[in-house]
C-alpha cells in the first residue's frame, strides 16, 4: 500500500512541478 502511495504522490509532485515550470 505504501508503495502504492509513494507513486501516486511523486506522480503529483512531478505534475505540480512541471506546472509551477509552466507558469514561469
Known amino acids: 500500500m505504501s508503495d502504492l502511495v509513494n507513486v501516486i504522490g511523486g506522480g503529483l509532485?512531478?505534475?505540480?512541478?512541471?506546472?509551477?515550470?509552466?507558469?514561469?
Open 13 to 24: 509532485a512531478g505534475v505540480e512541478a512541471a506546472w509551477q515550470a509552466a507558469e514561469l
